[in-house]
């Protein structure tokens, strides 16, 4: 059989072959689509179920607190427990089972974003349920608007403020007959959830054995392909032109720049013998050109090195000064040409040498490290915080021009350095503090010499004041 009949055999089988996984793919992904709907309807079923369970339950307690304390919040909430389970006033977006406790609690919920008002039963009808299920849910419904009726009647004879409705109120959010309302009302949900469980998770099931069999499908047809392929690769391995196309491929990727190809034919032909020959004076040359990319790359790291020593703290990895005196330079430049200004705060720590003398150097340098953290995390990406040396940091603030913007930094460093630090040797908390002095270019200064004693001055009348006053631990 001609080379070419056999490749046009070879490649309508691969092409029905191809068509076999594709389709099986598309299959299982179907399968895979169904099971994710499955078990979103199963979360989703509980979760309203839950939500009905937990309105019923929020109502109760609201209205039981405001019987007891007729404290007029509680009232409120009452009001709005039943406003949003009937879709009349939006849910907070984080609204959960722990939200009124929260809120009676005092706490600030993080997310107050409102969500679109819905009522819950309108929620649950188009969550897919069966009509059955629904039924359960309607008869829930029902029972609990009988329950919050006789929990709103309660509150209005609360409200009235004579003490005998009050003690009538009470005993009716708390006798046999209210207990036994609720108890039917919350049985259709736990049926509910028993049906909606069941017929959910068979579903689920068939979802998941029809992606189990899709995959074996998917995987027989990608070994029939893979089977097919190797025999058409060892048929057409016998002829010449498998050699002739590996070397000629080999040429064309060296010519390209990809030196780890290689030839790796097999056999005591010439063709074998020259696939050696190329294969070996391949190694070589890659051998070389790999340790001279490591002598390189060894030689580019060590300068990186030297340069990053040379600019920055070997201990906190900040800018070093002379770093801080180019980027001040610079910034200073650009809010001249700008006609912008820049901020320059001066900081000195308080209470660092007792820290060394007590707890030790590497307490110290623990110390220094987590300052230049927190100087860093409370400034922009913009802006420069450099140790100057000891216990001394320099930050530097472009395109800020009024004290007003640079106290409100400097409260904020300030804040997040007095928060104590943890030292890991002597396990123990140590506080600190700061002294932080100002200066602004140009308004206070035209220059950076001046500009750096300006703020240098201001730290030490900073530090004055904050001894005067017992502020800050004696150095």
Do not use: C
Request: charged share 25%; proline share 3%; no cysteine.
């Amino acid at each position: 059989m001609q080379i070419r009949t056999k490749l046009t055999l070879n490649l309508l089988v691969q092409v029905l072959l191809v068509a076999l996984v594709v389709a099986a793919l598309l299959h299982l992904a179907q399968t895979y689509k169904t099971l994710e709907e499955a078990q979103w309807r199963h979360f989703e079923g509980h979760k309203l179920a839950s939500e009905l369970h937990q309105s019923v339950n929020e109502a109760t307690q609201m209205a039981r607190l405001y019987v007891v304390g007729r404290r007029p919040e509680h009232a409120r909430f009452f009001r709005e427990i039943e406003r949003m389970r009937d879709g009349e006033q939006p849910r907070p977006a984080d609204y959960d089972a722990l939200h009124w406790d929260l809120v009676l609690g005092g706490r600030e919920l993080a997310d107050v974003r409102p969500v679109p008002a819905q009522a819950l039963m309108d929620r649950i009808r188009t969550a897919g349920f069966s009509e059955a299920e629904l039924a359960l849910l309607d008869e829930a419904r029902r029972r609990a608007a009988e329950l919050l009726q006789v929990e709103v009647h309660a509150v209005a004879l609360a409200s009235s403020g004579v003490e005998a409705q009050r003690a009538s109120a009470l005993d009716m959010l708390h006798n046999t007959t209210y207990l036994q309302m609720r108890a039917a009302t919350l049985e259709p949900v736990r049926q509910f959830m028993r049906e909606a469980g069941q017929r959910l998770t068979a579903e689920r099931e068939r979802a998941a054995n029809a992606a189990r069999d899709a995959s074996w499908l998917a995987a027989g047809a990608l070994f029939l392909l893979a089977l097919h392929a190797l025999f058409s690769t060892f048929n057409l391995d016998r002829s010449v032109r498998v050699p002739m196309a590996v070397l000629r491929e080999w040429a064309q990727t060296v010519r390209a720049g990809r030196l780890d190809r290689r030839t790796r034919l097999e056999g005591r032909s010439e063709f074998g013998e020259l696939s050696s020959v190329i294969d070996q004076m391949a190694d070589s040359v890659e051998r070389n050109l790999g340790e001279l990319r490591e002598e390189v790359l060894r030689r580019t790291r060590a300068e990186e090195v030297v340069r990053h020593l040379a600019n920055h703290d070997a201990l906190t990895g900040l800018p070093s000064l002379r770093l801080l005196h180019d980027r001040l330079e610079r910034a200073m430049a650009r809010a001249q040409r700008e006609g912008q200004g820049v901020a320059v705060l001066f900081v000195d720590l308080n209470g660092f040498k007792p820290i060394n003398d007590r707890w030790g150097h590497e307490s110290g340098d623990a110390v220094l490290k987590a300052v230049a953290q927190r100087l860093q995390g409370g400034v922009r990406d913009a802006d420069t915080v450099g140790r100057i040396g000891g216990d001394e940091f320099l930050v530097v603030l472009p395109d800020v021009a009024t004290l007003e913007t640079a106290t409100q930094v400097r409260d904020k460093l300030d804040a997040a350095l007095r928060e104590p630090v943890y030292l890991p040797g002597p396990q123990t908390l140590v506080g600190l503090s700061a002294a932080i002095g100002i200066a602004l270019f140009p308004a206070m200064a035209s220059d950076m010499t001046t500009l750096l004693r300006l703020a240098d001055e201001d730290m030490y009348r900073i530090k004055a004041i904050q001894k005067a006053s017992g502020s800050a631990p004696q150095r």
